[in-house]
């Protein structure tokens, strides 16, 4: 029977070699697989080694898989690994006679003295497999383009994100030492404390809104959120052009409502400061002309790239922001606005089914926060929300208004909400103080700093915000996230808003003192 057996086997390793010979085989590491399977018989911590980066699928021989799934089995339920456990596993899972019966575990066994080396094995296992992966995803490409009725544009956004998958599935993350974490965030505060503007993220030129954020900060989600009309658009613009001409920061608009032409307007208007009705009817005057002609030439070579694709997929924004990054050094993405997103491309055959609109925001949002932390820049997706705002006195936004999902602000680093009492006819706050031609920007959730509210001037015809006067800043702090303390915003910061009255500043205040 053992002889038998190990006939069997020497005939199926013989006719591999024949096969090579002939032609092109698969890749794979045959005795390497041989050795891993071996050494995890041998000693009992070898598993440890290799969990991390082998599945069964990594093994190009079916019996070998057999063989290292009946190890798993054995392993994830905290029983010994030897030559007679995987044998007897191996029968209870019907597989023993399949894999080449005792024999084939026996010489297993005997072709290794060590796990020393098994790591190293396992990561040319692994590499050999995923080979395999990209040999099947190739064939797959092929048979899809030679398919008339398969969109390119669609196949080759696919093709991306499988890659990407791939890639993502076949990287080991260990756990490191928190020394050279510490040593990494060190080295980003002395960054930072070099500045002038000691800020640690991107500059927005809204002052007061850096000094609450320290900037935009690599890999967060933000969302602005705000109802119609309140201005999201003149918002992103107004940011965008100030990070693109200030501090030549690249930034991509990707407008799912707004032609690009269009979106380009608008960012004229805001920045020659000419009323839109005008530039669309294109009857200037000599001086607006001339006016037109002098400032657009700020935005001449801006690193400004727009995209008006509609009902844009998350693989289709993953696919295009990549190469935004790669080409255009991207540091910042704008959507407007997320709720236009959709998760699937229409013609992608492959997509992923979901149960109803706002399991597919949640699926949405969770991307966009993936995609931030994968380019390592902050993303800016614009929201709409629900009408519950209206039916409250003052009209003011909070975070059980974010429409279709509350994965929305679980997903979110930062979620803000632009206001506009004047909008309303609500013309004076609650202190008696204008709020024409005033926006403003509540912080509602902040995971890393303060929370709290920050006043613009908001200039209708030309669709741009734009900081306060320096003696007429009004930054009103609305309390701390989580308990982390900070101070920006600071009390003393929002005592200007009152002009020096202390008495009536501490009367609209009396918990912070």
Known sequence: MAREQSNRYKSSRNADTAIAAMGKLQPQALELEEAILGALMLEKDAFSEVCDILQPDSFYKPAHKSIYEAILALTQKSLPVDMLTVIEKLRNMGKLEEVGGEYAIYNLTSKVSSAANIEFHAKIVAQKYMARQLIAYAGKIQTNAYDDTYDIDALMEQTEADLFKLSQENIKRDAIQINPVISEAMNLLQQAMKRKSGLSGLQTGFHELDKITSGWQRSDLIIVAARPAMGKTAFSLSMAKNMALNYGTGVALFSLEMANVQLVNRLIVNTCEIKGEKLRSGKLDDHEMTQL???IKELEDAPIYVDET???????????ARRLVRE?????IIIDYLQLM????????TALKVGSREQEVSAISRSLKGLAKELNIPIIALSQLSRQSENRDGKRPQLSDLRESGAIEQDADIVCFIHRPEYYGILTDQDGRSTQGLAELIIAKHRNGATGSVWFKFKKDYARFQNLDDDSIINIESGMNSGVTTSTPSASSSLSAYAGDEEAFLQTRPDEF
């Open 342 to 349: 959709t998760l699937n491309s229409k013609d992608d055959k």
């Open 328 to 332: 255009h050094n991207v540091g910042m």
């Open 310 to 320: 509609a009902n844009l997929s998350v693989f289709e924004l993953r696919s295009k």
């Open 293 to 295: 002609q002098t400032k």
